[in-house]
């Protein structure tokens, strides 16, 4: 493993620098249940957006607000059923400017 | 009657070049976009190769938004420590007609969004479709949106909606689901003075440069990129679904990792990140290929999975132009002879077969599979540089070792079969030869 | 006529270079703030339950047609932008609003946009058509018979108000979410008529166009032997000092009081 030379920035300031027009409700539905008995818990390291954690009790903590509505999660997850995905609604979501 | 004569969704390159097309042709064309406005959710690794636009604006060059445009290519094989590059400059193609050209998204497909307005095209943004409208004879026959009273009916529907395209699968279109068909890919987009860009690249002016790496992505499968546009650098990875999802860093840690390469960190020091972004792209080519007309719709773009894709290989951009334009003119000349069944649309596989779309992606059908293939990604690397370390070693007062006998030992060392060596070098030569 | 005010802003700025002033907005980025969304669909609402005619109004140039596009497919009847460059001073929009709201009986304002504005608009307004004001609303209650509303003020109160006559109205983004405009409304033809006002005034007021610094202040120096007892007269620790100053005077001594101390401390 490579040592990175200078300190990578925090994954707020990160995530910090796309921009997203929130929308009040959630496009992405995670069904806590079905992700509680998930061992292998894919989306947790391919979502580029860092948008699932692991809570201590063993269950997924899932934000929408800062995604970038690419789809990984959906297709990396094993799981029939704990992943219901939907783009936000027109004009919501993120707004890319320099990709 | 339907509302329109076509609606097009998803105005990215696909889209909005389907809809140039039809409103040229007289065509009453509604082009449906879910961001704000057109390239604003589309984020690609930085080259575009728009030669195919001669057919639609003439000197497009003179007015599209680029960046820089690439006169110098270079393909890197590297391992932890050790870098192989194979460096092209061409000045050709730093003039008319040029070859390739780093631009924004939100820059280029706003542009050519104007385009189909300008032709005379409808465009509707903040408006994402969630559904296909079908007659009584199950033909597809207009669009369902997420706005109040938002059904929209229309001789032919072109989906362009992208990668995910939902619509297509809502249609049944796409065979069954493998998540090893798609690869995610991040990047950064990071803040350098053009002169230190400049400096670093070797090159001036409006002159840019593609770098295209292998071997860089720990052990996910994939590719790295490095592209330069005027006062920013894009860095980023492809990495393989499956392969990702498998084992323990995160993308943008990969991304860490490969800006902290000897052979990169001196490229990209001190960028400041101005945007972290990600897509996914349909990287199978040929074999996941949906089938591409159905009553009343047809696909195009990253929707059709015509991205051509193979790890560093990444051409999608013009695919996505090329085949929404096919796919408009077939469409119109639907509607001029009053069938838009699967088989009145059926000029549209005729034009993907008889040019470089269905063409490139039949010759290079391997090649996804290839390049992403274990041996390609995890021992090809190392034992490629290593007999370059060896050759260019200087191990006095030992002799020198001819070439034959490095790559023997060097291949041996790295446990690779010969057989496996010719049989993914025949592969090879097959698809790119 | 309900008339509603528009400000077309980019929604999300580059930081303002050295010395940048108000850049043109990038088009794709550019829209209104929620406050104005919320007072667009505070006017439907009116509309919808006591009648009327909506006019939705910016100042600005023809790329900010696009707010007027929006806000006519949402529901507003009419869409009129005074044709400035961007930026024009507070003062100058809102004699242009006024100039169209001259018959308005309601005028409808969000109480900030992106930009650094200074939410003074809706009081110009008012100022210059000679009606009342309720301006930073938290709640809104439209009825038949007026509007109800609750105002913030200082210190955590509110102040509940009855509007009843004519007034400009500014409220707060959160107030009201704006409809989401019917499919058929953005696939209509959008009318906009443009007016071109008489007297054309440069695009940034100079004063405007550099961040505010207050002016140096000459101060003697501390008193005190030590370097210790400097910093102590210097910053005041551990001295009781007194917060502010409580006068009671009338309005125009009142006023004169408090440019004077603005004056004092290098704010004017
Ligand atoms: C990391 C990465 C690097 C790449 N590098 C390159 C490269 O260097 N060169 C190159 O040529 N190609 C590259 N590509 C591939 C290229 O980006 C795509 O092939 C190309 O964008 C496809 O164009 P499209 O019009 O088919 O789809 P997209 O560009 O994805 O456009 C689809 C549009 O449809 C809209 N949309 C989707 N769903 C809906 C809906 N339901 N309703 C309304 N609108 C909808 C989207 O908002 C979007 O605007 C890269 C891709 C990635 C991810």
Known sequence: MIESPWPEISFEDRIGTASFNVHHTAHIVVDGKVCADCSTRECIVACPANLFVPTSDGGILFNYEQCFECGTCYMVCNREGAITWNYPEGGYGVVFKRT | MPDVDVIVVGAGPAGSCAAIVLARAGKKVVLIERGPFPGSKNMYGGVVYPRILDQLIPEWWLEAPIQRWVTRRSTMIMTDTKALTIDFRSQAWGAPPYNGATAYRPDFDAWLADHAVAAGAELICSTTVTGLLHDANGHVSGVVTD??????????????????????????LYGEFDAANYTLGVKETLALPKDVIDERFGVRGTDGVDIEIIGCTGGVNGGGFIYTNLDTIAVGLVLKLPKLAAQKQRPEQLIARLKAHPAIAPLVEGGEIKEYSAHLIPEAGISMLPTLAGNGILLAGDAAALCLAAGIWLEGVNFAMASGMYAGQAAAEAIRSKDTSVAGLAGYQRRLEATFVLKDHRKLRRAPELVLSDRVQHLYPEFATSVAERMFRVDNPEPKPGVRKIVAQERKRVGIRRRDLAKDGLAGLRSFG | MIGVCLKWVDRRP??????????????????????????????????????????AVTVGPAAADAVLRDALAAGADRAVRVDRPFGAPSRTVADDLATVFAEATTVWCGDYSFDRGTGSVPAFVAAALGIGQALGLVAID?????????RRLDGGRRERLAITGRAVLSVEGGTALLRR??????????????????????AAHPADA?????????????????????????????????HGETVTLDPPAAAERILSALREWGYI
Do not use: H, M, Y
């Open chain 3, 14 to 55: 580059e930081p303002a270079g050295v010395g940048g002033g108000p850049d043109q907005p990038d088009e794709r980025f550019a829209g209104v703030s929620a406050a104005d969304q919320a007072a667009l669909e505070w006017a439907l609402r009116q509309r919808d339950l006591a009648g009327g005619e909506i006019v």
């Open chain 3, 210 to 242: 550099r961040p505010f610094r207050p002016r140096p202040r000459a101060f003697a120096p501390p008193a005190g032997s030590t370097a210790l007892d400097r910093i102590r007269t210097l910053t005041a620790a551990g001295a009781t000092v007194a």
């Open chain 2, 147 to 172: 706005r109040p009273d938002g059904e929209l009916t229309a001789s032919v529907v072109i989906a362009c909606d992208g990668v995910n395209s939902f619509l297509a699968k809502q249609e049944g």
């Open chain 3, 181 to 202: 405009a019917p499919l058929r409304g953005l696939l209509a033809k959008p009318v906009i008529d443009v007016v071109v006002p008489a007297q054309r005034i440069d």
């Open chain 3, 142 to 150: 439209v009825d038949v018979a007026g509007i109800g509303a609750l």
